[in-house]
């Protein structure tokens, strides 16, 4: 069949969220030898998403992916249209009629809540809030968060909950060699937290972080580790049949265990805890967390089992970090049990031409480098459906569209603008990074071009 695409009237894609699954769809149609137009849309002015906004801010050799990043965004077969929101500047509707293919890439912003009495006390709040305050994200960048705890309970044994506890024991010093949002740092600067109980339902074996994170701990210049031996107890059947991950991160957690140096000898203690799960918050009279009441388990065929056996810490500040959830789009099908939307590989069910990458496709799952091949699964079926001719009429392009309407579409080069900016000014700081956080502020920086 002749080739339904060429340079002049190449295949128009449009890509809903510029995080790491998006850019690396992206990438993947520049690789994939048909002629295309690769549109990148982003309700923030700033792209890379997750990568700028979740990862944890002294984490920065992760954040260098951004360096592949921009060069696909660069190509002059991309575009970049920041603080451009879908649903609300441009319609499903003239999205289907302007692109041959959609793919949708917006991960999951939302998060689980616990399902127990005191969730709404004063104090008790998500890692996803959390992690978007101290990243600088508009959305969060003016939320008053209180450090004036000296008990924090973050809820849950995976990388975010690490993450936010790292951060929480961290000194000023420490926390300044990061690219950490400068209101955060300036209010973590006064934090009065000297105990951060990280909780999990289940063993030490059935944890999610990776070893990396966990050695994190022992390195911290301020901060000691305790475990429970009976709480990091594994049978040797178990400790045989566990991976790699879960073998070092118990290595890891008897060397905390056997420290010659107590935690104590520091002025703040990180403690973790398993077999716990949480019953209740408790509040005082002022509607403020005062404690959480958490119910000792133990293990049947790796479920967690209640014992009926219950201890109160004293904590002023309880943080959930207990798993992700995706939010619907407006016009796109949304499984909202699951919080994604439903796909067959990729393929958005019962859409032509609708795709799909990453945590709204599959749930929150994976760190920043799987979304690559998921990217590049969802791709190649774009790419057989383009050549067997079953992708859907496409019309012109759309920026004159949003230009007549007025809409503020800020650039890649308006980003990198942006992005020189936060560099200068980080550099002037001893910093790597000065984050501008706000959206007004964000799009008063922009190219000459």
């Known amino acids: 069949m ?69 060069k696909t965004l660069s190509d002059e077969r991309v575009r970049f249209f920041g603080n451009v929101e879908f649903g609300r500047d441009v319609t499903y509707e003239e999205m ?77 010093g420490e926390l300044h060699a990061s690219d950490i949002a400068p209101h955060a740092l300036e209010a973590l600067e006064q934090n009065q937290v000297t105990d951060i109980h990280i909780l999990g339902r289940r063993g030490a074996a059935q944890a999610k972080f990776t070893t990396k994170e966990l050695r994190e701990f022992g390195e911290l210049s301020s901060a000691g580790v305790t475990v429970r031996p009976e709480e990091i107890e ?51 009279d002022q509607g403020r967390v005062r404690a959480i009441r958490l119910e000792r388990n133990r293990l049947e065929n790796g479920n967690a089992v209640g014992t009926g056996e219950f201890e109160e810490l004293p904590v002023q500040m309880v943080i959930r970090s207990v798993g992700y959830l995706g939010q619907p789009l407006p016009g796109v099908p949304f499984d909202e049990r699951r919080g994604v939307i439903p796909n067959q590989g990729g393929r958005v069910e019962g859409r032509t031409g609708e795709y799909t990458a990453g945590w709204i496709k599959r749930g929150p799952s994976g760190v920043v480098g799987t979304n690559r091949k998921c990217a590049a699964d969802t791709v190649a079926l774009l790419i057989e459906d383009a050549q067997s001719g079953r992708l859907p009429q496409q019309s012109g392009d759309i920026a004159p569209l949003l230009a007549s309407r007025g809409t503020d579409v800020y650039s890649f080069h308006d980003w990198r603008t942006l992005d020189a900016h936060e560099q200068s000014e980080g550099q002037s700081r001893g910093r790597p990074r000065h984050k501008v956080v706000h959206r007004e502020h964000m799009l008063s920086h922009r190219s000459s071009r």
Do not use: C
């Open 2 to 70: 002749p080739d339904i695409y060429t340079p002049e009237q190449p295949l128009r894609a449009a890509i809903i969220g510029s995080g790491p699954s998006g850019i690396f769809a992206a990438e993947a149609l520049l690789r994939s030898g048909l002629p295309v137009q690769v549109d990148v849309f982003d309700r923030l002015p700033t792209p890379y998403g997750l990568v700028r906004y979740g990862v944890a801010p002294d984490h920065l050799t992760i954040k260098s992916v951004t360096k592949g990043f921009e």
């Open 96 to 172: 289907r009629a302007h692109y041959a293919a959609l793919i949708y890439t917006v991960g999951a912003s939302s998060d689980r809540r616990l399902g127990i009495p005191g969730e709404d006390l004063t104090g008790n709040l998500s890692a996803t809030e959390f992690v978007a305050w101290y990243n600088g994200h508009p959305d969060a960048a003016a939320r008053d968060i209180d450090l004036s705890a000296r008990g924090v309970a973050v809820v849950g044994v995976g990388n975010v909950a690490l993450d936010v506890s790292r951060i929480l024991a961290k000194t000023p």
């Open 234 to 284: 594994v049978s040797e059947e178990d400790e045989a049949a566990a991976d790699n991950t879960v073998k070092k991160n118990l290595e890891v957690l008897r060397e905390f265990r056997d420290a010659p140096t107590p935690a104590t000898a520091k002025p703040r203690q990180v403690h973790l805890r398993f077999l716990v799960s949480p019953a209740e918050i408790l509040g005082d």
